[in-house]
């Protein structure tokens, strides 16, 4: 990254001491398998979750929902589709210049259980690019940790940062748009996480226990371009495409 390097390898470094400790948390608490450390856990009671997220009346309200491709996420996106909702999951790494799989409950042409599974999706799913989609009404984005001010850590490698600032960028994430995080207790921290221009807050934590209101939200204006090293934009074309294109 460029810009601030110093200041900005001090916030990395926080995120991964949190990180690391969440984990730990997560794992020797028995929210999750031991194989989660190291990736978005794939947290025990996340169809109880979905089921949670379900009850609430902006879901009830949502025909589009943005989703990650993670297997924490699974229960949300089957969900999503058995509830008639079209959904858009990201190609796993943006590695695509069309990088999201729509998947539309009219068409699916697998059992939803099967077409939300990464393997489903890239066996049926339609890709496409941002030009042709459609405004989003809920964004469920994968997180390691979130406080209750509604800012979250993904595993680092910051694909949910650049897929929400690209649709942000494209007008199809709003002011309308809601965002959440379904996650276990455990990854609900008290501490204060730090923040770089490119992050963005959530909406509600959605546990599978309760909803958690988030207050202070946060949100880029789009891509960060300046934030952006030349590895990261060689290996997303999407974004390549578009920093060529920029004035």
């Known amino acids: 990254m460029s810009g601030g390097g110093e200041y900005v390898n001090d916030i990395e470094s926080s995120k991964?001491?949190?990180?690391?400790?969440?984990?730990?948390?997560?794992?020797?608490?028995?929210?999750?398998?031991?194989?989660?450390?190291?990736?978005?856990?794939?947290?025990?009671?996340?169809?109880?979750?979905a089921e949670q997220l379900a009850g609430q009346d902006f879901w009830q309200r949502a025909a589009t929902v943005k989703a990650n491709p993670d297997w924490a996420q699974l229960p949300v996106r089957v969900r999503a589709l058995k509830d008639g909702k079209r959904v858009y999951m990201a190609v796993p790494r943006m590695a695509s210049l069309e990088p999201f799989y729509l998947l539309d409950p009219e068409s699916l042409g697998l059992p939803p259980e099967e077409a939300a599974e990464k393997k489903g999706a890239a066996q049926t799913a339609r890709r496409l690019?941002?030009?042709?989609?459609?405004?989003?009404?809920?964004?469920?984005?994968?997180?390691?940790?979130?406080?209750?001010?509604?800012?979250?850590?993904?595993?680092?490698?910051?694909?949910?940062?650049?897929?929400?600032?690209?649709?942000?960028?494209?007008?199809?994430?709003?002011?309308?748009?809601?965002?959440?995080?379904?996650?276990?207790?455990?990854?609900?921290?008290?501490?204060?996480?730090?923040?770089?221009?490119?992050?963005?807050?959530?909406?509600?934590?959605?546990?599978?226990?309760?909803?958690?209101?988030?207050?202070?939200r946060r949100r880029p204006p789009g891509v960060v371009w300046d934030d952006l090293t030349a590895e990261k934009l060689a290996a997303i074309p999407v974004l390549a495409a578009r920093h060529r294109a920029r004035p």
């Open 16 to 49: 991964q001491a949190l990180r690391e400790k969440v984990w730990r948390r997560l794992i020797d608490g028995g929210g999750a398998p031991a194989d989660s450390y190291g990736k978005i856990p794939g947290f025990y009671g996340a169809e109880a979750t």
């Open 129 to 216: 690019g941002v030009e042709s989609m459609e405004p989003i009404d809920v964004v469920v984005c994968g997180s390691v940790a979130v406080n209750r001010s509604g800012v979250r850590i993904g595993k680092g490698a910051g694909y949910s940062d650049l897929e929400v600032a690209l649709l942000i960028e494209a007008g199809l994430v709003t002011d309308e748009t809601v965002i959440v995080a379904p996650v276990h207790p455990l990854q609900v921290i008290e501490e204060d996480i730090p923040e770089t221009e490119h992050d963005f807050s959530v909406d509600y934590i959605v546990t599978p226990d309760e909803v958690i209101p988030c207050p202070d």
